[in-house]
């Protein structure tokens, strides 16, 4: 029987590190069918492909220069975890990113310009 490894900080570190690093192949076999996107005040939920073309877009904007993980935790269901992390752009601004899990897989990543 296989049974599935929770997500822990040290999983959330390595995806906010692929993200700032522009590695997104890093997490593709991470993220669900279908995942909710949010930038700034643009929010969609979008099939994985087209959520991978709006997470370089993001990428791309905020260049970032350095990320820090802030917060893990659980949610509200037992196989829900949630992290909160900084990313830093290389012109000094600041966004804080959300990354959302459910079942180990990514369902939704935000993120909001501070």
Not at 70 to 96: E, N, T
């Amino acid at each position: 029987m296989i049974f599935p490894v929770a997500m822990n900080a040290q999983d959330f570190k390595s995806i906010i590190k692929s993200i700032e690093t522009g590695n997104i192949e890093n997490i593709e076999g991470q993220l669900d069918e279908v995942v909710d996107y949010c930038f700034n005040d643009e929010q969609d939920l979008l099939e994985k492909p087209e959520f991978i073309a709006a997470l370089r877009t993001a990428i791309d904007k905020i260049n970032p220069s350095s990320s820090e993980l802030v917060h893990v935790a659980d949610s509200k269901g037992a196989d829900s975890k949630y992290a909160v992390a900084k990313l830093k752009s290389s012109g000094g601004d600041s966004y804080r990113m959300f990354v959302y899990v459910e079942e180990d897989k990514i369902v939704e990543i935000r993120f909001n310009q501070e």
